[in-house]
């Protein structure tokens, strides 16, 4: 009997010793069981205790001001083609799956366009000035995997055509997606102004990985209220709050 309680003992002893830390609130996070999100348990000031990536240098989103013009820089080269609708719930966010076949040229390299996704409210700031609605445009170089993710923020105003044909069929379950065979082409929501701002940061969901190339259209468009309440029913507040520039560099293009 007494070696049974000495082996629960040393059991439940070990449990806890191999559980993590979290720093900011002294409460003992099991990385095995550990579900990253926005609020509670699993906001973002705990990410870094089983993403330690999420603690470095060069996190996104920022705060975006005293960018300099960067006269070497050239117009967002993208070549982005008609696509079916393909809308799925991924538990932080809905994620459009963009078919196979559009790109982004830098310096070069074809980045291809895999999806893009909602943010709301906004993750990055433009001189502290956030926006309802970002939406990111994740591409992948398919040879070293490094990301460049185009971000536009979108402002309360008049409907928005691109969103509009969606935006009454938003999935809010994993297993059920939404699917039409529409055409549509997601160089509808860019600004006419082509400036942008960039720098280098992370995927601002865990595992935070620092190999990503943002360029922020320095432009907002605009939806209309009900189409971003619309969004923040399904996703509201699945932003990371803004990170430490820590000596980076934004260059402007205007
Ligand atoms: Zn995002």
């Known amino acids: 009997m007494k070696k049974i309680k000495i082996l629960i003992f040393c059991s439940i002893t070990i449990f806890f010793f191999s559980c ?12 095995n ?6 609020d509670g348990d699993s906001s973002p000031d705990t ?38 609708i393909e809308l799925n719930y991924n538990g932080h966010t809905i994620d459009f799956l963009y078919e196979a076949g559009s790109s982004l040229d830098l ?8 999806q893009f996704h909602f943010h709301t409210h906004s993750e990055h700031s433009i001189n502290n000035n956030f926006s309802p609605l970002e939406i990111h445009l994740v591409h992948k170089d398919p040879i070293t995997e490094n990301l460049a993710v185009i971000s536009v923020l979108f402002d309360e105003g008049s409907e928005n055509e691109f969103l ?23 160089s509808d929501i860019f600004p006419e102004n082509n400036g ?28 209309s209220v009900s189409q971003i309440t619309k969004l923040q029913d399904k996703i509201k507040d699945n932003f990371r ?3 430490s520039l ?9």
Request: proline letters at 6%.
């Open 164 to 186: 509009s044909k969606f935006i009454d069929n938003l999935p809010d379950t994993m297993d059920i997606p939404f699917n039409s065979s529409e055409l549509v082409n997601v």
């Open 196 to 223: 942008y701002y960039s720098y280098s940061g992370s995927l601002t969901t865990p595992p935070c990985s620092e190999n990503v190339s943002w360029f922020v259209m320095k432009s907002t468009m605009e939806a």
């Open 47 to 84: 990410w870094s205790t089983c993403y330690s990536d999420c603690d470095g240098q060069s996190q996104s989103p920022i705060n975006i001001e005293g960018a300099i013009v960067d006269t070497s820089l050239s117009a967002l080269n993208t070549n982005y083609q008609d696509v079916p």
């Open 20 to 31: 993590e830390k979290n720093q900011n609130d002294n409460e003992v996070i099991d990385c």
């Open 107 to 114: 310096n070069g390299v074809d980045y291809n366009l895999i």
């Open 246 to 254: 820590n000596g980076r560099e934004i260059k402007f293009f205007n």
């Open 241 to 243: 709050p803004v990170k």
């Open 33 to 38: 069981h550990y579900h990253w999100g926005y």
